[in-house]
């Protein structure tokens, strides 16, 4: 007796089986049952043995190499299909229309589908760095500036409307801020990097929270940080080499650290990107592989490391739904 995949298809397969094998079937042959339902759990993952991890990415992405100086456009078979060449990007966002935005050393920069530069903001300062922007509803693009130490809203016209000044105990001009977020309230979250803590702060720029000293969490020059839709915080802690969502009262719900994958040397971890499905993208600037994905069960998904790439430090994977300029992509 054969089997189509359709015909043990979970769960309605289990009624197509008792429609087939017959009472005699099962008398005479008791193991023809057993294996069509071994079968139907091996194709179903979600009820069978985990599939093993694959080296490779399943999805298209973009990423930014801070220390070869290149965003990346790469597909679901490894092939890089767009290089950007700029000096040390940081945060980088796959746009609706297909503009990619950016930050480097000096400045934010957006490139069409093209190819083309279509938005360059340049600091005027004589030292700073820019390590984060996001596109804004409206349009604005929100840039942390470490020299002068503050957040400000750019328009597409390279117009200042907004300014938060952000004070921190560190006067570290590489290490002040890296990821920092507007929020669907008004306020900004940031990777203070130099104080290892998170910063939370309102409209006006009043601190209203500090995720800080949490036990177990190791903050060594935190990277990225980001709100997700169920008000937990998720953020990666540098060369802490640790992933950690926290509920609102700090509490850790999910980490993800060294001894949850001992076939993977996981070095300083950098960008992150939370997908519908619960699971978590890494990257890594240092390491044995450049981007993970595991699931909350800590299962490795799939493992890459980029043939011609250094040092990954922001990802976003292009083959998920929700509009980045919306808050809607979570990285």
């Known amino acids: 007796m054969v089997f189509s995949n359709t015909e043990i298809a979970w769960p309605g397969g289990l009624l197509a089986l008792a429609k087939k094998i017959t009472r005699k079937d099962t008398l005479m042959k ?3 049952l057993f294996l069509a339902l071994l079968s139907c759990l091996t ?16 999805y298209n992405f973009v990423c930014a190499d801070y220390a070869k100086g290149e965003v990346c456009l ?6 890089v299909k767009r290089v950007i060449k700029t000096r040390n990007p940081n945060d980088v966002w796959s746009l609706p229309n297909g503009e990619i935005l950016f930050a480097w050393r000096m400045g934010v920069s957006i490139y069409d589908k093209d190819g083309k530069q279509v938005f360059e903001w340049k600091s005027s300062e004589k030292r700073d760095e820019i390590h984060t ?9 929100l840039i942390a500036q470490n020299g002068p130490a503050r957040l400000i809203e750019v328009t597409r016209k390279g117009k200042v409307v907004k300014e938060i000044k952000v004070k921190t105990k560190k006067n570290d001009l590489h290490m ?7 929020l669907d309230n008004g306020n900004y979250l940031c990777m203070v990097s130099c104080d290892d803590e998170i910063r939370e702060l309102d409209p006006e720029g009043k ?4 995720i800080r000293d949490i036990p177990g969490v190791r903050m060594a020059k935190a990277h990225a940080v980001m709100r997700l839709p169920n ?8 060369a802490g080499a640790m992933a950690v969502e926290v509920d609102k009262d700090d509490k850790v719900v999910w980490k993800l650290e060294r001894k949850d994958l001992p076939g993977i040397k996981m070095g300083f971890m950098t960008g992150l990107n939370r997908l519908a499905n619960g699971n978590t993208i890494l990257s890594f600037y240092q390491g044995s592989h450049h981007l993970l994905e595991v699931t909350r069960e800590k299962k490795l998904v799939w493992k890459y490391r980029l043939p011609s790439q250094r040092t990954v430090v922001s990802v976003q994977v292009l083959d998920q739904e929700g509009d980045a300029t919306k808050g809607q992509v979570f990285k």
């Open 231 to 238: 008000g937990n915080t998720l953020f990666s802690t540098g």
């Open 207 to 210: 601190t209203v929270r500090v």
């Open 176 to 182: 002040r801020f890296r990821m920092c977020r507007k």
């Open 133 to 141: 922007c996001q596109a804004l509803p409206n349009g604005n693009i």
């Open 30 to 32: 008791p193991h023809l």
């Open 43 to 58: 194709i179903h993952s979600g009820y069978a043995l985990a599939e093993e991890p694959v080296d490779g990415p399943k």
């Open 74 to 79: 790469v597909t679901d078979k490894g092939e």
